[in-house]
């Protein structure tokens, strides 16, 4: 069996702070650490129900926040610049085929109250996306996207509303693993590790035996993929991109002819939006 794993960092066990998810906070080896200890607990599980291969796509920020010296031994690590990767926090989902899909780490969508740093994929620049006209946060939009290759999610870990999130867009049978309770923005009560690895790897092995009852999440096709941006110069440069089209002051609408080439022209028109031109441009 193969299994395609997507990590980020904001719903990491203990992680609570930006001084823990930056390159430049003063605890980022701290969150890196706690970070590729959750993903380590998930592969150790997937491992034990029999995957063959686990391909680990980090998908924080940077994108090379795992500590690949300590990843565990029967993962494939796909690490590297989103700048290089044009699928980012998906990269690579469709290089061969998948049988399952893990989320761990995730966080909830943008405005979400009671979570852990809520946004949807880039929080300098999203105020909403939405497929079909609901919004959706990264685990309904990559659960959607992956679904639409044929690929089931059969676990989701992060805070307690996140996990709240992700059984309303996958539905009750999803195994999660809850390892914190958001009490704000940047404060929550935390497990510790000791309690909260074995059960990451309790639920990806179960979920991986259980996979015969697990469903992809296909919205219906043609997707209407929209995004309202925080600022309309932010839309004004998204807007540039190939296969996005303005629909209002701060909208975007992202064409494709299949959901995976929207997800690839979203992230390129996040680029363009988050692009700063040169002074003189200004």
């Known amino acids: 069996m193969n299994v395609y794993m997507s990590v980020d960092i904001e719903g990491i066990t ?42 680990v796509c980090d998908g924080h920020g940077p994108m090379r926040n795992l500590f690949f010296e300590d990843m565990h031994p029967a993962s494939h690590l796909l690490t590297g610049s989103g700048d290089a990767k044009e699928y980012c926090q998906l990269e690579g989902a469709d290089s061969r085929e998948f049988d399952a899909a893990v989320l761990v780490g995730y966080h909830a969508m943008a405005k979400t109250y009671k979570a852990i740093h809520p946004h949807t994929i880039a929080g300098a620049a999203v105020a909403e996306l939405r497929v079909n006209g ?3 946060g990264e685990t309904g939009l990559n659960a959607a996207v992956l679904g639409s290759l ?24 999803i195994e999660t693993v809850a390892v914190k309770e958001s009490v704000g923005r940047n404060a929550a009560i935390c497990r510790p590790p000791s309690a909260t690895l074995p059960e990451i790897t309790a ?80």
């Not at 044929?150 to 049978?173: C, H, N, S, W, Y």
């Not at 690839?264 to 700063?276: C, H, Q």
């Open 14 to 55: 203990g992680v609570v702070h930006a001084d823990m998810m930056g390159a430049t906070g003063r605890e980022y080896d701290r969150g890196r650490w706690l970070m590729t200890a959750d993903a380590n607990a998930a592969i150790e599980g997937l491992s034990q129900a029999g995957a063959d291969y686990i391909l």
């Open 134 to 136: 609901k919004p959706h």
């Open 150 to 173: 044929g690929i089931p999610v059969i676990l989701v870990t992060g805070d307690k509303t996140t996990m709240a999130e992700a059984r309303e867009f996958l539905g009750e049978q």
């Open 203 to 282: 639920a990806a092995e179960r979920a991986l035996n259980n996979l015969e009852h697990a469903k992809p999440y296909t919205p219906p096709g043609p997707w209407r993929l929209e995004v309202d941006f925080l600022t309309m110069p932010q839309c004004d440069r998204a807007a540039r991109t190939v296969n996005i089209e303005r629909i209002g002051p701060v909208s975007i609408n992202v064409h494709g002819d299949t959901p995976w080439e929207q997800y690839r022209n979203l992230w390129a028109g996040l680029r363009s939006a988050l692009y700063e031109p040169a002074a003189w441009l200004g």
